[in-house]
């Protein structure tokens, strides 16, 4: 049976699962007021900054740190204050007729508009870039990791809103060896070392990390000294040439090959490239793996089919 053809049996991805419809990272340097019409549920994952939203419950204020559930309404608004830094995702949670209702979890009840994340915060924000990384690309792979993450913002969520939260369960020797590799910026553990540690051999060690996390151990450490190299150039005044050497790479020269070949910006380029203060400017977020000010789309969609899905006006203050 063609793969493009669906038996009556059966039904397609659309149909099941949360869906993703759009997805982003956003920079606003001054002050800016949104309003719109929108029948998905709207989050917003606030990272610096203020936002401040009217919604069918009156009045909410999310500042850092803060997830905003904005419902399916007919005419909603929010606006950012100067520096506001947040991660997006409008999400349906189910097909028509059910698309505009809320999900309701037993032990919390339908999910909060404002939530302040605590000690999660930065979870969050992975679950956020991930969705942002995996939502464009094609395959059911990357559409379920989507699905996923959208899953484990709600875990979190639940555990953030419940008065006694239970804690989460522990991670497994694979998920362990995962985040290992991934903090591992400066290559003080080898593959070798890894898989020693889970009692399997090298090639075993590689076949199933990739099954698993859908990435090679070398390529997850190259994302980790990347998002180190960008952090360090940002933030502090070491020379892309200490920064270099200190991740493992051939000083400058070697800094720069590598972000250009998988951020398609040198290290100069993300020192000294301020931009115009224009929020329509893509430029690399947190670890740079995705642009930000851009709404990201699932395979296939484009802006007329975005635009279909909500009307906004945007004006700044």
Known sequence: ??????????????????????????????ATEFHYQLKLHHFLLVERGQVEAVTSDGPVCAKAHDLLCLRPAAAMSYKVVNGTTFYQATVQFSPAPRNLLTPELPEVGP??????????????????????????????????????????????????????????APLDAWEHAYLRCASNEA?????????????????????????????????????????????????TDETVKSIGYRLGFDGA????????????????????????GSTHD??????????SNQHLLPPGDHVDLLMARYNVSRREL
């Not at 009556?8 to 001054?30: C, H, K, M, N, W």
């Not at 942002?132 to 395959?139: S, V």
């Open 1 to 30: 049976m063609s793969p493009s053809k669906k038996r009556a049996d059966t039904i397609s991805l659309s149909q099941f699962g949360p869906q993703v419809q759009t997805a982003g990272y956003f920079e606003f340097p001054r």
């Open 111 to 168: 999910l909060p508009i404002h939530t302040p994340t605590g000690d999660a915060f930065r979870e969050f924000c992975k679950l956020f870039e991930m969705i942002c990384i995996e939502l464009p690309q094609i395959g059911s792979r990357h559409h379920f990791r989507v699905q996923g993450a959208v899953y484990r913002i709600l875990a979190l969520l639940a555990s953030a809103v419940e008065q006694s939260a239970e804690p989460p």
């Open 187 to 235: 290559g003080e553990i080898s593959a070798n070392d890894l898989a020693s540690d889970l009692g399997v051999s090298k090639g075993h060690f590689f076949r199933v990390f990739k099954q698993r996390f859908g990435t090679n151990p070398g390529m997850c450490r190259m994302h980790a000294r990347l998002g180190e190299a960008v952090r360090r150039l940002r933030e």
């Open 253 to 276: 020269k070697g800094l720069s090959r590598a972000m250009k070949k998988h951020l398609n910006l040198t290290a100069s380029q993300f020192r000294h490239e301020p931009g115009d």
């Open 282 to 291: 893509p430029t690399p977020p947190p670890g740079g793996l995705f642009p």
